[in-house]
C-alpha cells in the first residue's frame, strides 16, 4: 500500500524534501562560480529519488498482479505403499493410490486436477462446478463418472471408465467419449488412443488396489514382481529368467512381498532367499 501509495503521489516526495528541518546546518562558503551547482545538486537528488521509488513501486504492483492473477495449485501426493482420499470442491473426490502425485486447481468456474504421476480414482459428481483433469497435455472432461488416470514410468499412460462417460479430446468424430467399462492407453501423440472393452473380472482387477489387494491373471513373475516393487521398498528378484516368464494368477496382499514369494515359491517349487535391505531372491 506505501509503494503503491508513492507510485501515485510522487509530489509528496518533493513536499518532504522541500521542507525545512529543525536543526538544518548552516551552509558553507562557497565560491560565485559553483553556487549554481550546488541549488542543483538537491533537486537532482530528489528526481533521482522519485524515479527510483517509482520504479520500486511499479515493480511491486507488477509482483501482486501476477501472484493474485496467476493461479497457484494445491499439490498431494503420497509416499510408496500410502493411499489417500481427497474431497474436492463441488462434492467430487480424489483417491490417490502408491507414490503419486496431483496438483488441483480451485478455479472461479471449475476444478481442475493435474496428474504428475502415479494411479487416481477420479470419482466427479458434476453439477455446477465441472471437473477437467489434465494427463500429458490432455483434458478429460466428466460429468457424473467415475474412472481411473494411471501414469506410470515406462507404460502408456491408461484411463479406466468405471461408470459414466469421459470426453477425450483426441478422440476422431463418430467415436464418442469413453464410455463404463472401458480402458483407453495414450500415447505421445493426441491421436493415439486404442480402446478396448472390458468385463467385470477385469474390471474387478484394474480396481483391486482400493482394498490393498494385488490382481494378476497370466502376467509374468516380473511383471507381478515390478508391481510389487510400488508399493514395498522391499524388492523381488527372480534369479531364473525361465522362472521370470512364467504367468500367475492370484490375489494377494500389496503390502506383503514375503507372502506373496513364499506362495510363488510353493507353486514352482523354488525356494526363498531374503537378503540385506529387505531384498528378496525367488531361485531353483
Known amino acids: 500500500m506505501r509503494a503503491r501509495a508513492l507510485w501515485l503521489r510522487p509530489d509528496l516526495i518533493a513536499a518532504a524534501d522541500a521542507r525545512p528541518t529543525q536543526h538544518r546546518a548552516q551552509p558553507s562558503p562557497v565560491p560565485a562560480g559553483s553556487r549554481r551547482a550546488a541549488r542543483t545538486r538537491p533537486r537532482t537528488r530528489s528526481a533521482r529519488l522519485r524515479q527510483w521509488l517509482g520504479a520500486l513501486a511499479a515493480s511491486l504492483l507488477l509482483v501482486v498482479f501476477v501472484l493474485v492473477t496467476v493461479p497457484v495449485p494445491t499439490a498431494y501426493a503420497t509416499a510408496k505403499g500410502e493411499m489417500r482420499r481427497i474431497p474436492l470442491t463441488g462434492g467430487s473426490t480424489l483417491t490417490l493410490n502408491t507414490d503419486s502425485r496431483v496438483d488441483v486447481y480451485e478455479e472461479t468456474d471449475h476444478v481442475r486436477v493435474k496428474v504428475r504421476r502415479g494411479e487416481v480414482l477420479v470419482e466427479a459428481v458434476g453439477g455446477e462446478r465441472p471437473l477437467t483433469v489434465e494427463i500429458d497435455g490432455r483434458h478429460l472432461e466428466a460429468g457424473a463418472a467415475t474412472f481411473v488416470v494411471r501414469k506410470l514410468q515406462g507404460t502408456r499412460t491408461q484411463v479406466v471408465v468405471q461408470n459414466g462417460t ?16 472401458t480402458r483407453a492407453s495414450l500415447g505421445r501423440a493426441v491421436a493415439d488412443v486404442d480402446v478396448a472393452t472390458l468385463s467385470a473380472e477385469q474390471m474387478q482387477r484394474e480396481l483391486a488396489w482400493r482394498e490393498g489387494k494385488l490382481a494378476f491373471r497370466g502376467e509374468t513373475l516380473a511383471d507381478a514382481a515390478a508391481e510389487f516393487a510400488r508399493y514395498n521398498d522391499a524388492s523381488i528378484e527372480i534369479a531364473d529368467p525361465q522362472l521370470a516368464k512364467a504367468p500367475i494368477t492370484g490375489l494377494f496382499a500389496a503390502n506383503n ?3 506373496f514369494s513364499r506362495a510363488v515359491a510353493g507353486v514352482f517349487g523354488a525356494r526363498v532367499r531374503h537378503e540385506a535391505r529387505g531384498k528378496i531372491v525367488i531361485e531353483d
Open 166 to 181: 469421459v470426453n477425450l479430446p483426441a478422440r476422431s468424430v463418430g467415436q464418442g467419449p469413453l464410455l463404463a467399462n
Open 257 to 259: 512381498p514375503a507372502g
